[in-house]
């Protein structure tokens, strides 16, 4: 078997097998090494007595015509990737439902009604709107932070027109000043579903914390989330079969345990061999990543860690098999809920509620859905436990989030034929996360954007993944892993 490629991606997550696509369909050849015995990692799936439940990921985001999800299957050809661009979802506040509608004017309707139609809120929705009519068609473009070179002063140049380049000033402004600047900070329900949207999509702890070009970003997926058919079981088919046509090499149950030398001279030892290589595209977890890292790459990346430890948080998925008449009360199958305005998010107080579609077989069996429900929740609340009190915490979690849930579905669980709970420890197991934590770091405004984690880390090694910037979700894994891409290609 072929042990020298041009590049060896490290981990078959989005961010790794998305870079591997790319550089393939460019005419490199790649190999992507991963510790389990399928792609994915936190938008992987697993299978449960007929079921396929999605462990992260439910959505992929910006996949609409002219989107970041949408170049990137354009570039690779990816063309048997089937999705349902969902027409929004529906937030559950403690004291109001709010519908996300995809179609903008809905949604201009919706939320004026919902926060209220005055100069102020008027206000604070211009601001956002601008804010994501520029980043968004400039993250498709290619806009790449932190600026560490020439290029990519020319590609923040090229991305975004002069007229607009005023709103970099707002790279130092946060979410939380925007809502008090414009007197909304006593608006509980605004407040509330903007703490929601933050920690999901930039794992902010508040909208303080979140800088405000991402916010904006971060709170305006409602007109851009998809959902593929057969959920992450149908996105990583369709996603491993174009690798291999495009003559990409995946290594599964492939365990990486060093890396060594310099461009291009790269060895990448795993417990299956080793393998050569002039690039490498590091998307194992950062931390883990370092101690096996060569020098240069270790050393570039300490200080980001160091600044960033006890910045990382964990989450908690629940997953379902229920007979579909129990999950047949809406017609959007996605929900987000909040209960309590003042309590801290996390642990319930923020989840995710995401259905598999009617007639998808490769989620569920006919007559049934798979449901799949995650929240937030903080590494120490799980460290130290033994077996005996993770499992009686783990049950109290599963009991919580199921009465939560019934807000949507009051019948929830009376047959379900699937029932079980993942804590962060599944996700050490499963996905080797450290401590099982998820979604890379907690942005703020001192950790993000130009004081990301570069994706040039020396020595002809890169970094991509929810680790670097611009941080979680897929669009961020898609633009990161192009980042690191196109940098190895302008080396080579
Ligand atoms: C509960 C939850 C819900 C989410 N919902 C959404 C959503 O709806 N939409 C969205 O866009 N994003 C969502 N996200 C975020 C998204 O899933 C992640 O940001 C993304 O999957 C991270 O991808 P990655 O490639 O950076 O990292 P990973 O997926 O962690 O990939 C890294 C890979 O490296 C492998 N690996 C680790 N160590 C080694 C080693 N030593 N050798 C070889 N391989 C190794 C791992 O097994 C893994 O496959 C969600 C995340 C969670 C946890």
């Known amino acids: 078997m072929r042990d020298s490629f ?5 981990g078959a997550g989005l961010a790794g097998m998305a870079a591997a696509c790319r550089l393939q369909a460019n005419g490199f050849s ?39 999800g949408d170049e990137f299957v354009k570039h ?26 995809r179609c903008p004017e809905q949604w201009r309707a919706e ?9 102020a809120t008027q206000r604070f929705w211009r601001e956002i709107d601008d804010l994501a009519a520029v980043f968004w068609p400039g993250a498709a473009k290619g806009l790449r ?70 916010a904006a970003l971060g709170t305006s997926i409602r007109g851009r989330i998809a959902r593929p058919a057969g959920g992450f079981k149908g996105f990583w088919a369709a996603l491993a079969r174009r690798y291999g046509k495009l003559g990409g090499d995946l290594r599964l149950k492939t365990k990486v345990i060093k890396v060594e030398g310099k461009a291009p001279t790269l060895r990448v030892e795993t417990l299956r061999g080793i393998f050569n290589a002039r690039a490498i595209v590091n998307t194992v977890p950062a931390p883990l990543f370092a ?10 990346m300490a200080p980001f860690l160091r600044r ?8 908690i998925v629940m997953c379902l098999g229920v007979p579909e008449s129990e999950v047949a009360d809406h017609n959007h199958r996605h929900h987000q809920l909040l209960q309590d305005y003042e309590a801290p998010l996390g642990d319930g107080n923020n989840m995710f509620i995401s259905i598999s579609a009617p007639g998808d077989n490769i989620c569920a069996p006919a007559g049934y859905r798979a449901v799949m429900i995650s929240t937030h929740t903080e590494i120490e609340r799980w460290r130290g436990y033994d077996h005996a009190q993770a499992e009686t915490a783990k049950a109290e979690v599963g009991a919580q989030l199921l009465r939560y849930a019934r807000r949507v579905y009051p019948r929830l669980d009376e047959n ?7 804590t962060p420890s599944a996700y050490a197991r499963f996905a080797r996360r450290p401590h099982g934590a998820v979604g890379g770091v907690r942005i703020n405004m001192r950790n993000s954007n130009q004081f990301a984690m570069p994706c040039d880390l020396g020595g002809g090694v890169y970094a991509a993944g929810d680790y670097t910037w611009p941080g979680l979700g897929s669009v961020a894994c898609l633009l990161s892993s192009r980042i690191a891409a196109e940098k190895i290609m302008a080396a080579a």
Request: aromatic share 6%.
């Open 111 to 119: 939320r004026l009604r919902a926060f209220g139609d005055t100069p």
């Open 76 to 101: 690779i050809g990816l063309t048997d990737l089937t999705l349902e661009h969902l027409p929004g979802y529906q937030a559950w506040l403690p004291d109001q439902t709010i519908t996300l509608h």
């Open 416 to 422: 379900a034929r699937v029932f079980e709970i993942g």
């Open 30 to 68: 790649t190999l992507v090494v991963e510790i389990h015995d399928k792609p994915g990692g936190c938008a992987g799936y697993y299978e449960r007595d007929g079921f396929a439940f999605d462990i992260g990921a439910t959505t992929l985001v910006d996949f609409d015509e002219g989107g970041v």
């Open 145 to 214: 932070l932190p600026i560490s070179g020439v290029g990519d002063v020319a590609r923040a140049i090229s991305t975004i027109a002069p007229a607009h380049w005023p709103h970099a000033r707002h790279l130092l402004t946060s979410l939380g000043q925007l809502v008090r600047q414009c007197g909304l900070h006593d608006n509980k329900p605004l407040r509330g579903l903007l703490s929601m949207l933050c920690e999901d999509t930039l794992h902010a702890r508040c909208i303080e914390d979140a800088p405000l070009i991402n």
């Open 308 to 315: 960033d430890r006890g910045s990382y948080g964990a989450g």
């Open 6 to 10: 041009d590049v060896v991606v490290l």
């Open 291 to 300: 101690p096996m890292a060569p020098p240069e790459a270790r050393a570039r």
